[in-house]
């Protein structure tokens, strides 16, 4: 049971554009979201996280935004830089527990 | 401030081995998590330690086994190494009663 879906294996976006990655939930009792990125041969790192009492997150050029009834959140990346290209997880938690990760997005940012 | 920080970053065992993986938390975090990455999946979710116990438990079976030492380093056991354990092991850590996981570099571990 996939709870965290992330639809997209894929997505190419030209250099200074906006970049925009989904991810749909099933499980209405997580309460915490994160994104993160991830490197070839190196651990995920923490982008950013939203609380499921909000319904947008910035910082800096990522900015997440939580639709709790339609069980979706966004990325957007802007402008999008050569150094975005990486897999991008989303991830939910319910609590202090654990994360529950999607299968991860290849984004390639095309100079 | 080190990050988390795991060892061996890469490891070759062979079927019905054993292999020991360890893990340093981040400065001041108190829990510890870990994770198992298969190729082309995301990272799912295999136990946390907290206060030394095992606070939670993936969907993973008794071969896989932890330890969380009284400096907040832990350790991943598995016993009797299939083919199928072929991953990347992941460390995460946080601080006291907060969300936010942060995650070391990973072990490579290969079974032949």
């Known amino acids: 049971d996939q709870q965290v879906k992330q639809n997209s294996p894929s997505l190419s976006v030209q250099e200074g554009r906006i970049s925009i990655l989904n991810c749909d939930y099933t499980n209405s009792m997580f309460d915490y979201f994160l994104w993160y990125k991830k490197y070839p041969a190196e651990g995920p790192t923490f982008l950013i996280s939203i609380s499921s009492i909000k319904d947008k997150n910035e910082d800096g050029r990522f900015t997440v935004f939580l639709n709790k009834s339609a069980k979706h959140l966004s990325l957007h990346i802007v402008p999008s830089q050569p150094g975005d290209s990486a897999v991008y997880f989303c991830?939910?938690?319910?609590?202090?527990?654990?994360?529950?990760f999607g299968t991860g997005t290849r984004l390639t940012i095309i100079p | 401030d080190a990050g988390v920080t795991q060892s061996p970053t890469h490891l070759i065992k062979t079927r019905g081995q054993q292999v020991t993986l360890r893990c340093s938390p981040k400065s001041g975090h108190d829990t510890v998590s870990w994770y198992q990455q298969a190729l082309g999946q995301g990272p799912q979710f295999i136990f946390q330690y907290y206060e030394e116990e095992e606070r939670q438990r993936g969907n993973f079976p008794d071969r896989f086994s932890g330890h969380q030492f009284p400096n907040y380093s832990s350790e991943l056991n598995v016993n009797a190494l299939l083919l199928g354990d072929s991953a990347l092991y992941l460390c995460?850590?946080?601080?006291?009663?907060?969300?936010?996981?942060?995650f070391g570099p990973g072990t490579r571990l290969t079974v032949l």
């Open positions: 995460a850590s946080s601080l006291p009663a907060t969300d936010t996981q942060y």
């Open positions: 991830a939910a938690q319910f609590g202090n527990e654990k994360l529950t």
